[in-house]
């Protein structure tokens, strides 16, 4: 009941489903969109799709740093986890703007810069490890899987559909994009104070 009660367990597990989508569309989606949306040919389309992904690791890591730079300033762990999480994902919300801007170089400087955000947030492991129930960490990071795991069956689908009714990537762009403004929803206004879930 704990696992499934907790509005803190919730915004990490709703967290953990935004990361989640967000991760899916540039894993399955975003080199179809560089060829069938921008023109891009298959080659160039592999050598830019790589560029994203090594900002996301420069931001995984560095999300990591910074909250536990704050910790370590004497910042409550509740806020140095939120953090890098909230700007994280506030950046994610970048690559909508790639339905605005024509030349190529800007669509990839923005899709950099979303999934930069993306690792920036990407903190919900050491969330999960501040509040799960003492002795069920193992089983609320199975759900915690489970749950952000979803995204990755409805994110391509949903892509996949709306791309096929309306011929474009304009509203797959938005819907993706939606997930950066609802995992924020759930740290700031879901999440209460991150604290052990059952503590005293």
């Keep these: 009941a704990q696992l499934f009660t907790s509005r803190n367990l919730w915004a990490v597990y ?9 991760t899916y569309f540039f894993i399955t989606w975003f080199p179809i969109y560089l060829i069938k949306g921008r023109g ?16 996301g690791f420069t931001g995984g890591i ?3 740093f910074v909250s536990d730079c704050l910790i370590r300033h004497g910042v ?14 506030a950046l994610s919300t970048s690559l909508v703007l790639a339905n605005y801007v024509d030349g190529n170089a800007a669509v990839i400087a923005l899709m950099t810069l979303a999934f930069f955000g993306k690792g920036l947030a990407a903190v919900g492991w050491a969330v999960l490890s501040d509040v799960a129930p003492k002795k069920m960490v193992g089983l609320c990071g199975g759900v915690f899987n489970g749950i952000g795991n979803i995204a990755g069956i409805v994110t391509p689908l949903v892509i996949g559909y709306v791309v096929a009714s309306t ?8 819907f993706v994009a939606a997930h950066g403004v609802l995992g924020i929803f759930a740290y700031l206004l879901l999440a209460r104070r991150f604290e052990r879930t059952g503590q005293a």
């Excluded at 891009?40 to 900002?55: F, H, K, N, Q, S």
């Design 76 to 89: 409550h762990p509740s806020k140095a986890r939120k953090t890098p999480f909230v700007i994280g994902m």
């Design 62 to 64: 560095l999300g990591g």
């Design 167 to 174: 011929g474009s990537f304009h509203n797959a762009l938005w």
């Design 14 to 22: 709703l967290g953990q489903y935004c990361i989640t989508a967000l």
């Design 40 to 55: 891009m040919t298959i080659m160039e389309a592999g050598w830019v799709a790589a560029l994203p992904a090594i900002c």
